[in-house]
């Protein structure tokens, strides 16, 4: 296998544009009336596949398009031309060719297929040159069989999570440099608690001058409420706790004076003295004494 690279498509140097009378076409012949003796005519720039006269000459034009299966039939075309349109050696020869649909393709080529896709996505030029196949195999094989499997539907989740991500990203980039209201571009006021802008006019309440000072856009202002409400409910239960702990640390400290400054035979020494003997003999504590 070879060494997944990201592949290199050559620079191409910039030119200027050939403009005046020197680079304009000036004589163009009519239709019909090119000839292939013109002294002037230029080399070929295409190879010919299919010749139908020498094809219809050797009654050989249907053979293909009748006993050669599809994903052969192109390169059965061509390699009949290459064969003068001579039928001895062309099925023989036929069998060597691959299919171009990549139907005769191993578990492992398929594999490495779908390995490239998810590594480097749809670049068919990269892909052919991996799998050492054509790029008319490779399309083949892509539009024919790979769509209809369960690997096509994990690329395009793929693709389809890279997409929204890429869209994410550029979307946190441009922060900034439009309104979130309008999407609009101008005079922006950026907010200090997020990376948002807005017009002026955009802004409920529309603002009529840029305020000094920090500037917070509505939803930041909503979380610096919620933060401080949440603060002051803190304290003030934080108050209350210790309102109470007082209160019950100054009803004891009463208690403590009356006790040590009682006289003998008070009412709170017969209370003290219940509850001591209470404490010493538990069993003593019937209904009739609570409820006394």
Known sequence: MKNLTPRKHPKVEKKQSRIG????????????????????????????????KLANKNNVSQIVHTFVLHNRREEGMILLHELDYIMKDFFPALDKIEPLDGSHWSTEQKNKFHKILMTYGKDIFYLAECMGKSMNSC????????????????????????????EKVDLNLRKGDYCMKCNGYGDLICCDGCDNAFHAACISPPLTMIPDGAWHCKACAKKSRKH???????????????????????????????????????????VTSTNFSLLSSPEKMGVNEINH
Request: charged share 30%.
């Open 139 to 166: 399309l083949c094989y892509y539009y024919g069989c790979y769509k209809y499997t369960a690997d096509y539907t994990r690329f395009k989740k793929m693709n389809k999570q890279e997409r929204l991500r890429c």
């Open 228 to 270: 401080q409400e949440s603060s002051t409910v803190g304290e003030d239960i934080v108050t209350t706790v210790d309102t109470t702990v007082r209160k019950r640390r100054s009803v004891d400290v009463s208690i403590r004076k009356d006790v040590l400054t009682r006289k003998p035979g008070s009412l709170c020494d017969k």
């Open 21 to 52: 009378e020197l680079y304009q076409a000036t004589n163009i012949p009519k239709v019909g009336e090119f000839s292939q003796n013109d002294s002037n005519a230029c080399d070929d720039l295409y190879d010919l596949a299919w010749d139908p």
